[in-house]
C-alpha cells in the first residue's frame, strides 16, 4: 500500500512496501551522517539510514553555539561556516535532531554562498 505525505505544499508518494513513516519527515533538523558531514534541513523522507533532505545547509564548523549538536540545534550558533546544498540524498545518517525556530535563524547569519 502507498501512503501519501505533504511536506511545505509538497505531496510525496512512498514507493516501499514498509509505508511506515519516519517520526522526523517534516521536520527542520540537524542529520549527522557517518561519513558526509553534518546537515540542516527539512526531512523528507527516511528509512534506515538513508535520508532525503530539502531546503538544506551543509555546516562546516560552528562558535559559540554550544558543546554538542544538540546544544546548536535548541539554541543556534553565533559564528560558523554554512553552505547552501538545496535539496540532498544522504546515506548513513545516524542521528536527527529537530532544530528550534531560533536556532534556525542564527544559521542563516553564516551561509557563505
Sequence with gaps: MK???IVDGVEYT?????CSVH???GKRCIVR???AGVH??????AKGTEVLLKDSL???????????????ANNGIKGGRLNR??????????EFIPTSSF?????????ED
Design 3 to 5: 501512503k501519501n505525505i
Design 103 to 111: 536556532a534556525d535563524m542564527t544559521f542563516l547569519n553564516f551561509i
Design 58 to 72: 551543509r555546516l562546516w564548523r560552528w562558535e559559540n553555539g554550544g558543546l554538542s549538536l544538540s546544544a546548536i
Design 14 to 18: 512512498s514507493v516501499d512496501e514498509d
Design 33 to 35: 551522517t557517518y561519513s
Design 23 to 25: 517520526p522526523m519527515v
Design 40 to 45: 540542516i534541513g527539512t526531512v523528507v523522507k
Design 85 to 94: 546544498t538545496g535539496d540532498i540524498y544522504l546515506t548513513e545518517a545516524i
